[in-house]
């Protein structure tokens, strides 16, 4: 597509590239004949498959991924670093985007014409609309968006043989400090499905198939009232599930700001993280440790300040169950 070109580079983890869209849709009410482009890793591709208005360039993250991306958006007319790191600032710059607008933190922030200024306490929705009012644009819309395919939702449903009713559970996170223990996680199951709420348990390959293992164990092995789909859905099947689900529960992690994206009710538990980085469901019910003076740490803590996370058990699993049967 010719004409007035926009690109927004936001090459971050899955819960980030969801909370970007609130950014897109703002900028395809101001731009709505105008194709919006995305860079993003490439799991993006699948995530905002079938959205018209919406071309992703899927980033691999080395210097030649990134060189063959700068190509691709060279010249455009607007670039959005959401990102803070040096690769996003500078590939705008290399790739002579003739109006860029960026955060005052990023690194080669000066390599930005407009800058907007980034600070916790707000929602990352919130932070990201900035970009927008440092060119004075306006803010249409506060929403997340996801697209919902009727065909796959009929085909999740099947694939999966789910239950008309079920709870999303999600016990993994990126990094140990977000994870809440997996024995609580276990308790919250066992209480909701003799509540009759059967549970699917959702998560990655690797590392989060093992997480889910591990919560099988604390529930004494497989049960049929526990379906175990961690590994084994792709992206768009994930938003689709959680989608046809009743309430998704989560650690500080993407199934939240899915929940959020596609209306279905959530409870977040944090850990060492908390709600005051932003990065929450405003739809929701968050819970937090309390009284612990180590917490909050960090926006991604990937190891433990002190040696021992006391976080991981600080929320109990009676206030998880609580919050979730309300909501149920």
């Known amino acids: 597509m010719g004409g007035f070109k926009v690109v927004v580079w936001q090459s971050a983890y899955l819960g980030d590239v969801i909370l970007v869209s609130n950014l897109l849709l703002n900028l395809h009410e101001h731009f709505p004949d105008r194709e919006i482009t995305l860079v993003a890793q490439p799991f993006a591709e699948e995530l905002y498959k079938g959205v018209p208005w919406l071309r992703v360039i899927p980033l691999e993250k080395t210097l030649r991924g990134t060189w063959e991306v700068v190509k691709k958006i060279k010249g455009f007319n607007l670039g959005f670093g959401v990102q803070r790191g040096m690769r996003t600032s500078l590939a705008l710059f290399l790739a002579r985007v003739k ?115 591990k919560v099988l164990e604390f529930l004494g092995g497989e049960r049929s009232d526990v379906i175990n789909l961690a590994g084994k859905t792709t992206v768009g099947e994930l938003v689709h599930l959680i989608k046809l689900a009743d309430l998704v529960i989560a650690n500080d992690s993407a199934p939240v700001h899915i929940a959020e994206a596609v209306d279905t009710p959530v409870v977040t538990v944090y850990c060492a993280t908390s709600p005051y980085y932003g990065f929450y469901p405003r739809s929701g019910i968050h819970l937090f440790p309390k009284n612990l003076s180590c917490h909050p740490c960090k926006p991604n803590p990937k190891h433990c300040l002190i040696g021992e996370p006391l976080c991981r058990t600080a929320v109990k699993p009676e206030e998880v169950i609580n919050a979730a049967l309300n909501l149920l």
């Open 99 to 213: 109006l860029r607008v960026g955060f005052d933190k990023a690194e080669l922030s000066s390599l930005y014409h407009f800058t907007a200024k980034h600070e916790w306490g707000i929602h990352e929705v919130e932070r990201n609309q900035r970009l927008l009012r440092a060119l004075g644009l306006k803010i249409f819309t506060g929403k997340l968006f996801l697209p919902i395919h009727d065909g796959l939702l009929q085909r999740v449903k099947e694939k999966f043989n789910l239950p008309e009713r079920f709870v999303v559970v999600s016990p993994s996170a990126q990094f140990e400090p977000k994870r809440w223990h997996e024995k609580y996680f276990a308790k919250v199951i066992s209480r909701l499905t003799a509540e009759g709420f059967p549970v699917v348990i959702t998560g990655g390959r690797g590392k989060d198939e093992l997480i889910a293992r």
